[in-house]
Each structure stands twice: as C-alpha cells, then as structure tokens.
C-alpha cells in the first residue's frame, strides 16, 4: 500500500516568506523537505552547486558523504548527465535525491534503471517534480507528472514506491499567488501576494477540509 501525505503549514510563516520574494512552491517544498532525512552515501541528481537551498531544511545526519553532479561542470561537482549511464559502480549509495530536474530531461527513462542500479539493497530515492506549475525553462521544460506517471516510471526500472507527499495549497493559492509575478513594481506584487494569500489559503483549506 503506498502511502499518500498532504500537510499544510502555517500560514504566517508562508506569507513572511512571500514578503522575502521566494515562490509559493519554493517556500512549501522547504517547509515539506524538513520531513526527510538523509544519510550514509548520498547521490544528488542535478544539484548545481554544493550550496543548494534543500540542504538548509532537509535533516544531514552525521558521516553523511554526498555527491554532487550536473550536467553543467562546476567546482566540486562531478559532471553527468542523466539521459546516460552513471559513472557510479552498483550498490555505491543509500540515498539518491533529485529536486525539480525530471521536468527538464526528455529523455529520461534510463534514469530509472540507473538509479536503481546504483542504489544499495534497502537504499532509497527522494524526488519531487512539479504538476501545477508555470514554465521554467533549464534550458528547456517539457513535463508536468500526475502520482499515477510517477509510480509507473520509477517502478518500470525496479524501485518501489513507499510514498507520495503532494505539496500544494490547492487550486486558488497555486494559480493566482503565481499569476502576481507579472504585476509591477515587484514590491507591489509582494505587497498584494501577502495581502491575498491568507484569504485564498484558507479557501481551499475549506474547500479540500
């Protein structure tokens, strides 16, 4: 049976964070990854750098040895690309994570099979990829996964799925809080984000209770 989570976080904190300029989905991804744990081995999937924002809130136990890698060449980061097979021997990593790169790779079937491949027995993969959300070309955007495709994907290259967490306020707060970025000056759209989003949260909490 997997298992299917959805959590709300507390209001004022998101809308603090809006008031910063960091996106809705940014903010509740960082507020859900403080959930998860990592340790032992770990391979991150198109990190970009060693400094990536998730590893303020997701919890590192100690002698955690991560590798880092992109498909861009950068200072301490080993250079790959997912499309193809990792340069990693089997069984090497307990945890392999992957944040908001799957949308970006056409071609990404393979992944499963090398993940699998290069996860230890009992290892895990911690990923999350966008549904409602706007384009965001890096360098380009071709997906949006439904629950259903992500089971289908990773289990077609022998993983299984334990869980599900769907980090979204609902439908109001995901379309009009993203719309904002178009209104100018951006303090104002900051100003009427923070003014709004209390009121449209707690709609579709009501609408979903």
């Known amino acids: 049976m997997i298992k299917k989570v959805h959590k709300y ?3 004022l904190e998101i809308t603090k964070n809006l008031l910063s300029g960091r996106s809705l989905i940014r903010i509740l991804f960082d507020n859900a990854i403080k959930d998860y744990s990592i340790h032992g081995e770990v391979l991150d999937l198109g990190s970009k750098s060693i400094n990536s924002s998730y590893y303020k809130n997701i919890n590192i136990e100690k002698n955690t040895n991560i590798v880092f890698t992109d498909i861009v060449p950068n200072e301490k980061i080993v250079q790959m690309d997912v499309r193809e097979g990792f340069p990693f021997e089997e069984d090497s990593f307990d945890y392999v994570i992957s944040f908001h790169l799957f949308e970006h790779v056409f071609d990404y079937q393979k992944s499963a099979y090398e993940i699998y491949r290069v996860l230890k027995p009992g290892g895990k993969l911690i990923i999350c990829v966008p549904f409602m959300y706007q384009y965001h070309g890096d360098p380009d955007d071709f997906f949006r996964f439904t629950d259903s495709a992500m089971i289908k994907i990773w289990e077609k290259g022998g993983l299984k799925c334990e869980s599900i967490e769907y980090i979204s306020e609902g439908i109001l707060s995901n379309s ?4 904002l970025n178009i209104v100018k000056p951006q303090i104002l759209s900051k100003i009427i984000k923070v003014l709004l989003y209390p009121v449209l ?4 909490r009501a609408i979903n209770y």
């Open 201 to 204: 949260s707690l709609i579709d």
């Open 176 to 179: 009009i809080i993203p719309a």
């Open 9 to 11: 976080f507390n209001i």
